[in-house]
């Protein structure tokens, strides 16, 4: 069984600083592990995603995320805080058997000017 | 390449009437996958089609069905809706279906009951 949590269903950063959203995961296997962006009215799209290569993955618009195993956590970062990365992000995570993916329960972000 | 496409966008529904999605995946992509997105559950896994065969299901009951046909398109159905049904369900099309595929979503149909 595979299930993941993301602490803080809502976190607020200002413009320019930090953005760090917290995941764990658990799986029985290796996990494959995903973070997604969805903006208001969208569907998902992939952020990133880490299948067992390098532990700091690099993704679309300044995100990074590290694979900690000992710590069971992948969590995103991005060093400055835009306001176009107010959205709503998922952590996942996926059997590397076959396509079945478990959503975390999301963290909207808010970036205040 | 277009992207998935979803349709209706918006439905709205009465108690106890069935309702049919539909979910067109991008060019070549075999696997389709289903998801409900609430506010309070998140997103939960409904099933996942590949080659036109059920792969994988979540837990939902019986009254929420799909099928592949042989162009890769999808189709979800409710059937007896229930207000609890209220959501938007999104429709996810990958490669080959396997764990380290990317999904790409569609933008959704947003389900109301009333």
């Known amino acids: 069984a595979q299930s993941v949590t993301q602490l803080g269903s809502h976190v607020s950063v200002s413009e320019g600083a930090l953005v760090l959203l917290r995941c764990n995961y658990s799986s029985s296997v290796p996990p494959y592990l995903f973070w997604y962006v969805q903006y208001p009215n969208q569907g998902l799209q992939l952020l990133l995603k880490y299948t067992s290569a390098a532990t700091l993955v690099k993704g679309i618009n300044g995100f990074e995320a590290e694979f900690k195993k000992s710590e069971t956590s992948f969590h995103l970062t991005k060093p400055s805080a835009h306001m176009s990365d107010a959205a709503e992000y998922f952590c996942?995570?996926?059997?590397?058997?076959?396509?079945?993916?478990?959503f975390g329960i999301g963290t909207k972000l808010q970036v205040i000017p | 390449k277009a992207g998935v496409t979803q349709t209706p966008r918006y439905l709205i529904k009465t108690r106890g009437q069935q309702v049919t999605l539909s979910c067109s995946p991008i060019?070549?992509?075999?696997?389709v996958s289903w998801y409900q997105q609430t506010p309070g559950q998140g997103l939960q896994f409904l099933f996942e089609?590949?080659?036109?065969?059920?792969?994988n299901k979540g837990n939902f009951p019986g009254r929420f069905s799909g099928r592949q046909f042989s162009n890769s398109r999808s189709e979800m159905n409710v059937s007896t809706l229930e207000l609890g049904d209220s959501a938007l369900y999104l429709c996810a099309s990958s490669l080959g279906g396997t764990g380290t595929d990317t999904q790409y979503f569609g933008p959704g149909t947003r389900l109301t009951v009333l």
């Open positions: 089609y590949f080659s036109e065969t059920q792969r």
């Open positions: 060019s070549g992509h075999r696997s």
């Open positions: 996942a995570v996926s059997d590397p058997t076959y396509q079945k993916v478990t």
